[in-house]
């Protein structure tokens, strides 16, 4: 979703959590680290249902 649907593409916030949750794929970031930067872009987005 990060990489082709994503409302505010490009944002700092965006862009923040697209490298977080690459990096965790390869082990590089702790899972908590990409998850918490994928809720800050999806709450600037507006489309975090929490």
Not at 28 to 36: G, K
């Amino acid at each position: 979703m990060l990489t082709t649907h994503w409302r505010d593409a490009g944002s700092p916030k965006h862009q923040s959590a697209l490298r977080a949750c690459r990096r965790a794929t390869s082990g590089d970031v702790a899972p908590d680290v990409a998850r918490a930067a994928l809720v800050e872009a999806a709450r600037e987005a507006h489309i975090l249902i929490e």
